[in-house]
Structures are given as structure tokens and as C-alpha cells.
């Protein structure tokens, strides 16, 4: 099939790998445009594009799909299908109503369950034991067209947000890939969701990162994991940002101290009182210095010990 596909982080490159490994002649790669990074402000490319540049295939960095300009580009590539996985643009109806056999987007949980932006920190964070990933048909709604194809996995119990949407668009690259000549031939019918089973997600942002003491710990240790890499887990101590990296539950260790002081735990290591059990705190990094973990950062912090953290 003529393919045309979307995408722009790194864990959308196994898609495009697996479709060309498969066979099909990727006509385009659609990614979003250089942005700046580091200190210099550089303009950089996504990793899709620098996957597609190392295979010589033809790339397009329009800022947006909905300029006539754009629309024409890709007509002119006349694909039989477009493929996105995670491409971060919106797609118009005359992008959607192009290729004879639809755009099909590859999304990281068993929709109708966590449509939107942040499927996988929203089953970590709500403490789901599975997840999943899925093929639709797009639609104009968000994530919201009829199912392909879905395939089920058990999330690990240290499995972070970044190492869960790595390995969930793996399998929805070889989903993809494996449903795709019966796609061609007719010989799947596309699955309506429920909308009334369905379940929205935001777009994440930095204060969300936040921690709430008056939570459980075992909330926060979900939060951590569920934050990973973005946008992190933090606290306040003296007026600067405290960034936790790695953290765990203590479930045998109870306190009666106030939610967010911060305690010597018997074994030696730091521990944070919650609104119901104990926070063991493993690695931090304090603004303006370099992660360390806890056995390092007391021997020039050991003030910590007693304080409030979040004031």
C-alpha cells in the first residue's frame, strides 16, 4: 500500500519501522516541525524525522494540515492509507477523508477507556493492572472512531509512564502491522465504541507534577511512576523546587507525624509522612544542584530531617 504516515517522538518510530519492514511503500513522513532546544535555543528535529532522513524517505513539516497548501501536498502523494502514531497535529477532514482506506492512529489504551492526551499516566495513576493498545479509525471526535483492532497487557508494578508507552506502541506497531492486509481486503469490519463507557483525559502540565502530602503514599508512588518524563514529581523545601526521581511506599512503617514532614526511617534512609503511610524517599535533586541519591544529599542537607516539605 501507498502509505503515508504521521508521527514525531521517539516512540513513534517502531510504526514507521515496522510498516516499511513489513513491506509497504512509505510515500511520506509527516512530522512536526524543528523546535528549539537546550540552552542555545537550536531548532532540532523530531525523532521520526531523524528516523526518516537515516531511510531517505520524503519529509513534510507542515505547521499545520488545515492550509490549503498542505492539503495539496499530501493529495499529491495520493496514499492508499495514512498511518499516525502520536503526530501531535490536528487532522481536518479533508486529511481524513483523503486515503480510500482512512487514517488509522495507533492509541496507547483499550479505548473507549482514556481517550485524549495522557492515556498512560492516567491508568498508572489511577492504579489499573491493565492496559492495552488500539487501532482506530479516525474520526473528527478525539479518539473517539470505531476499533480495528485491540491487544491487551498487564501493567508491571514498577513500570513507569515512559517504559509502559514505549513498549505499548512496540505492540501497537506489530497490531498495526499484522492488521493491516485484512484492513485492505475488507475483511474487518470497524467496531463502533461506546461513548458512554468512555473515559477523557488532560493534557498534562507541570503543576500536576506537584505533590499533595495529604495524599496516601501509595498515591504519590503511582504519581512518580505515572510522571515519567513528564512532568515529573515535586515538592517545595526552603522556597526552592525539590524534584523526587525515585521514591517507594513503606507499608510497614507508620508515623504520627504531620503530612509532608520528612522523617529518619529506622534503616537509615529518608522517609516523608502522607495522609496514610510513609514515603521512602531514594533520590532527589534540589534546585540548582545535581540528583543524588538520599545517603549523598543528607550528608550536605541533613537539616531536612524535621521539616514540612511543600510550604
Known sequence: MRTVFMGTPGFSVPVLVALLDAG??????????????????????????????????????????????AQ?????????????????????????????????NVHPSLLPKYRGPSPVASAILSGDTD???????????????????????????????????????????ELMVETLPDWEEGRIAAAPQDDAAATTTKLLKREDGEIDWGQDAA???????????????????????????????VAEYATDSAPGQVIALPSGGLGVAT????????????EGSRASVTAEFLRGHADIVGAVLGE
Open 72 to 104: 495539496e501536498e499530501l493529495a499529491g502523494l495520493t496514499p492508499d492509507l495514512i498511518v499516525v502514531a502520536a503526530y501531535g497535529l490536528f487532522l481536518p477532514k479533508a486529511t481524513l477523508d483523503l486515503p480510500p482506506l482512512g487514517c488509522l
Open 131 to 173: 492496559t492495552g493498545v488500539t487501532v482506530i479509525r479516525l474520526d473528527e471526535g478525539m479518539d473517539s472512531g470505531p476499533i480495528i483492532a485491540q491487544r491487551e497487557t498487564a501493567i508491571g508494578s514498577e513500570e513507569d509512564g515512559a517504559g509502559l508507552t514505549s513498549r505499548l506502541f512496540e505492540m501497537g506497531a
Open 275 to 286: 495522609a496514610h503511610g510513609t514515603l521512602e524517599i531514594r533520590r532527589l535533586q534540589l
Open 24 to 69: 509497504h511503500e512509505v510515500v511520506g513522513v509527516y512530522t512536526q516541525p524543528d523546535r528549539p532546544v537546550g540552552r542555545r535555543r537550536q531548532p532540532a528535529p523530531s525523532p521520526v524525522k531523524e528516523a526518516a532522513q537515516e531511510r531517505g524517505l520524503p519529509i513534510f513539516q507542515p505547521p499545520s494540515l488545515k492550509r490549503a497548501e
Open 219 to 249: 498515591q504519590i508512588a503511582r504519581q512518580l511512576c505515572a510522571y515519567q518524563p513528564w512532568p515529573g514529581v515535586f515538592t517545595k523545601w526552603r522556597g526552592k523546587s525539590l524534584k523526587i526521581t525515585e521514591a517507594a511506599e
